[in-house]
Nanobody, 115 residues
Framework: QVQLVESGGGLVQAGGSLRLSCAASGRTFSSYAMGWFRQAPGKEREFVASISRNGGRTYYARYVKGRFTISRDNAKNTVYLRMNSLKPEDTAVYYC????????WGQGTQVTVSS
């Protein structure tokens, strides 16, 4: 089992940038495919981006492609989400997800983009 702790959220103006981090516990971080999801008020949780175990493959939702970049550092047990050109519609709680013999979630970090 893995425990996930997100950080890096906050309030930013439209057009600005943030970098989210997700620190994972345990010694088998490289066994997990990692992803970021988000949930806006009154909406369902939606996929944002994911990255393979060794970082060689990344996937993005169409609404963030070209603006967000997911990466990971297996030596630091951390996955990142760099978010550029933020829009008000990116406002949501962002959750880190780990998948391997199960699916695990962090507690989320709030991102608010003002217009």
């Amino acid at each position: 089992q893995v425990q996930l702790v997100e950080s890096g959220g906050g309030l930013v103006q439209a057009g600005g940038s943030l970098r989210l981090s997700c620190a994972a516990s345990g010694r088998t971080f490289s066994s997990y495919a990692m992803g970021w999801f988000r949930q806006a008020p009154g909406k369902e949780r939606e996929f944002v981006a994911s990255i393979s175990r060794n970082g060689g493959r990344t996937y993005y939702a169409r609404y963030v492609k070209g603006r967000f970049t997911i990466s990971r550092d297996n030596a630091k047990n951390t996955v990142y989400l760099r978010m550029n050109s933020l829009k008000p519609e990116d406002t949501a709680v962002y959750y880190c997800n780990a998948k391997y013999l199960g699916s695990y979630w962090g507690q989320g970090t709030q991102v608010t983009v003002s217009s």
